[in-house]
């Protein structure tokens, strides 16, 4: 399977897994049998990285797929921030 299918093949993961669509930051590198994703979560700039070093796609997806049942990677906090001209009060 290539990059790009197992790049799919994530995607569907999460979608059934999260009940969402993701359009986040996510690579993936094949290079023997040794697997890397990244995935940009909380940011691109600092993605989460899975390696995994087994012997077929589907050994790997399995993983993926019970990494995203056990854990929240999708779940997002925000925070708005205001900036304003007034002094802050000391209390």
């Not at 399977?1 to 569907?12: F, I, P």
């Not at 691109?44 to 070093?53: A, G, H, I, S, Y």
């Not at 012997?55 to 995203?68: G, K, P, Q």
């Amino acid at each position: 399977m290539s990059e790009e299918e197992l790049k799919n093949k994530v995607l569907e993961i999460i979608c059934n897994v999260y009940k969402a669509v993701y359009v986040g930051y996510l690579k993936i590198v094949k290079v023997g049998d040794v697997y890397r994703m990244y995935l940009g979560v909380p940011t691109e700039t600092m993605p989460t990285n899975f390696d995994l070093q087994c012997n077929s796609d589907e050994e790997f997806l399995n993983f993926i797929e019970e990494e995203f049942k056990r854990r929240n990677y999708l779940r997002r906090v925000t925070y708005n921030v205001i900036r304003t001209n007034d002094p802050r009060q000391e209390s």
